[in-house]
């Protein structure tokens, strides 16, 4: 079976829940634990490269943060609505060429997953469910799916 419905409605409640305290707490939280994984990364995003600590009060990683997780929800419900992840072809280009230069590789999309995992499971709490984490991680693999497959043909 593909993607469910009530899979969608985990995805989408919980981002609505996230979605407010993205900018002041979860975005920070985000880059703490992907650079706890993954240090190097931090030399791969500008707004990061030149401080010892992640800044606090930076927009650009506000805005970045938040765009991931805003895409992988949109995602999910176009999993639910055609079975699969389209985005348009110059957003797709540009998201290709743009990983592809900053030196993005599979492991580094394992990384951002699990971070993703863990920033939603510390954001909602009790509502967390094994079922809310496994729908947004489908949504995360079948987006990651379509920009590596783009990256493959930039290479
Ligand atoms: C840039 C999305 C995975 C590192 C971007 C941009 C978007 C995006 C929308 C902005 C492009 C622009 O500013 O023109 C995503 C999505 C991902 C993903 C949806 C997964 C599904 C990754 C991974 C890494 C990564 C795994 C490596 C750890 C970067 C870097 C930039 C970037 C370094 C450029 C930042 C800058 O120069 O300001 N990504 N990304 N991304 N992404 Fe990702
Ligand atoms: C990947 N690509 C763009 C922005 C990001 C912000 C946080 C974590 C991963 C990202």
Same mark, same amino acid.
């Given at each position: %079976?593909?993607?469910?419905?009530?899979?969608?409605?985990? !995805?989408?409640?919980?981002?609505? $829940? %996230?979605?407010?305290?993205?900018?002041?707490?979860?975005?920070? +939280?985000?880059?703490? @634990?992907?650079?706890?994984?993954?240090?190097?990364? /931090?030399? %791969?995003?500008?707004?990061?490269?030149?401080?010892?600590?992640?800044?606090?009060?930076?927009?650009? &990683? /506000?805005?970045?943060? +938040?765009?991931?997780?805003?895409?992988?929800?949109?995602?999910?419900?176009? &999993? +639910?609505?055609?079975?699969?992840? $389209?985005?348009?072809? $110059?957003? @797709?280009?540009?998201?290709?060429?743009?990983? &592809?230069?900053?030196?993005?590789?599979?492991?580094?999309?394992? !990384?951002?997953? /699990?971070?993703? @995992?863990?920033?939603? /499971?510390?954001?909602?709490?009790?509502?967390?469910?094994?079922? %809310?984490?496994?729908?947004?991680?489908?949504?995360?693999?079948? @987006?990651?799916?379509?920009?590596?497959?783009?990256?493959?043909?930039?290479?």
């Amino acid at each position: %079976m593909g993607f469910t419905e009530k899979q969608e409605a985990l !995805v989408k409640e919980s981002w609505e $829940v %996230m979605k407010q305290n993205i900018p002041d707490q979860h975005s920070l +939280r985000f880059f703490t @634990l992907i650079l706890e994984m993954a240090p190097a990364v /931090k030399n %791969m995003f500008p707004f990061l490269k030149d401080s010892d600590e992640i800044p606090q009060n930076n927009p650009k &990683l /506000k805005n970045h943060a +938040r765009i991931v997780f805003k895409m992988t929800c949109d995602s999910a419900i176009q &999993l +639910r609505e055609k079975g699969q992840v $389209v985005l348009p072809a $110059v957003l @797709l280009k540009h998201l290709g060429s743009a990983h &592809l230069k900053k030196g993005v590789v599979d492991s580094h999309f394992e !990384v951002v997953k /699990k971070a993703l @995992l863990g920033t939603i /499971k510390e954001a909602v709490g009790e509502s967390w469910s094994d079922e %809310m984490g496994g729908a947004w991680g489908e949504a995360y693999d079948q @987006l990651a799916a379509t920009i590596k497959t783009q990256m493959e043909e930039e290479a």
